[in-house]
């Protein structure tokens, strides 16, 4: 693909998991969205959740060689925990915005640091859904296919 989705631990409950904090749409609903658009800008867009940390750091290694030119990611608790993550993103060098439908600096101290921000091109976060829809309009600017 030239745009991969990545969705860490949990995201595949949205929609159930505390939709006060995390909103009603599901993981199905956002996937569907973001490759129906990117679609429309001439773009294929790859979607990944796992819950396994492991499995994340396979996927981001794998995207060196599949044609992937940039990464959306919401890490989820990983955001907090991962190195392993952060270290594959930055092995592979392709570049990443960080995505969180909530905005982790409102909530707990412990989700007010990112192992992701620094090396990321930047950060959305707060918005809910469309979090991950601004994400993709900026990746989509950034490799010159911006929709109308
Ligand atoms: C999250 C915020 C994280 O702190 C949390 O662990 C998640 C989801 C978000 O999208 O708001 O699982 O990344």
Redesign the pocket.
Known sequence: PSILVLH????NLLGSREPG??GHATLADIDEQLRTRAEQAGIVLETFQTNHEGAMVDRIQAARADGTAFIIA????F??TSVAMRDALAAVGIPYIE??????HS?EPF?HTSYFSDLAVGTI?GFGAD?YRYALDAALNRLGSAPD
């Open positions: 860490g631990p949990n995201l904090i995390y919401n890490p989820a608790a955001t907090h995505v969180h439908l909530s905005n982790p909530r989700r976060a979090s």
